[in-house]
């Protein structure tokens, strides 16, 4: 008998509100879900749209397609494409769909993902070492472990678990799979454990390894700037992006893209130019929003989540389009220095947070 694995959609109010769905439940237009997941977000997008609407929902994952055209077999209104987000542009553009009046995107993965022991995302149930998100293709964690060189291992532990025994965790896996192949989440979380001396109190020893694997082996960190400047490129003036993100390196680069967009002068700011000839923003950052304590206490998962909303301006884009912004994201030119005002949960935040 199949398990059924619940999942519970983080911050699920405050991202469709934060969509800015127009009210009266007749809103038309082309909306998007780039990370379906089992359709929590977008049941209910669907609720506040009107019959002339449509909502085009994407993913990676089969089971999650598999939701999704269940989905569609009962709403009309719902289109499924089969892909992840760094193809939002071109899977858009092969729809013939120019324009969007909204997007949301929620970069964690779904709580069913993590659950099902057979998918190899935890360390806390033992199964096939695969985390992959598409089962379909590309190779697995078991796969890659098994040729990568220390080298290797070690730039990807250490550039997207943030994790500081990298070095040491990549010569155990190397020294292990001498003797005999790592093929179980089990196997790896115990030789990672054996690697790393200390943790951060409540964290186990694998998390920032396992992180680390899945990022790369998904290429999550490469799609994410893609995606980000596709939605910059199609959204109409006062459509919304919201983008709820889970661990630091997605949302810095979440928030340095929003930055730069919302203050492309910046980087002409000591030049002797009129207001008239400096960049104008093409994104006005909204704000963030943080799960609140009553969120927190009934679905743990939420603990680390950040929404980032931004809004498209009347603007015209540069013929560079919203690849323009992601070079400036990643040269630092945009960032500001840190907001000393608190972090809120619950509602938008200050646009510096």
């Known amino acids: 008998m199949t398990t059924p694995f619940l999942h519970r959609p983080v911050l699920l109010e405050p991202t469709i509100d934060a969509l800015a769905v127009p ?25 506040r749209l009107g019959a002339d609407a449509r909502l085009v929902v994407f993913d990676k994952d089969p089971q999650a397609i598999a939701a999704a055209r269940a989905l569609a077999a009962e709403d009309a209104r719902v289109t499924v494409v089969h892909e992840g987000f760094g193809g939002l542009g071109d899977e858009l553009a092969r729809l013939g769909i120019a324009r969007i009046a909204g997007l949301m995107m929620d970069l964690g993965i779904s709580s069913p993902q993590i659950d099902d022991a057979e998918r190899g ?23 890659w472990l098994a040729h990568a060189s220390i080298d290797d291992m070690r730039e990807v532990i250490a550039r997207y ?84 993100s889970f661990h630091s390196l997605e949302d810095r ?11 492309p002068g910046a980087e002409t700011a000591r030049l002797p130019l009129r207001e008239s000839e400096r960049p104008q923003p093409v994104l006005t950052s909204v704000g963030r929003v943080l799960p609140t304590d009553e969120e927190v206490a009934g679905n743990p998962r939420a603990r680390s989540a950040v929404l980032r909303v931004a809004e498209r301006t009347q603007v015209a884009l540069s013929a560079q389009g919203g690849r323009a912004f992601i070079k400036i994201a990643e040269t630092g030119s945009a960032r500001r220095r840190p907001s000393s005002r608190p972090r809120s949960a619950g509602g938008l935040a200050s646009v510096g947070a």
């Open 253 to 263: 680069i979440v928030k340095q893209f929003i930055a730069a967009a919302s203050r």
């Open 23 to 47: 009210a009266g439940g007749d809103a038309a237009g082309v909306w998007v879900d780039a990370t379906f997941g089992r359709g929590g977000h977008s049941r209910a997008l669907l609720a």
């Open 121 to 143: 995302f935890s360390f806390m149930r033992d199964g096939p070492l695969d985390m992959r998100m598409d089962t379909t293709r590309g190779e697995t964690a078991a796969q």
């Open 161 to 244: 678990g943030e994790e500081r025994f990298a070095f040491q965790i990549a010569k155990t896996i190397a020294a292990s799979r001498e003797k005999r192949p790592i093929t179980t989440t089990g196997e790896l979380a115990d030789l990672v454990a054996g690697a790393v001396r200390t943790r951060e109190k409540g964290q186990h020893p694998a998390t920032r390894t396992f992180q680390a694997i899945r990022i790369h082996l998904n290429q999550e960190l490469e799609e994410l700037p893609r995606a980000l400047a596709a939605a910059l490129e199609l959204l109409v003036p006062g459509g919304r992006l919201a983008v709820i």
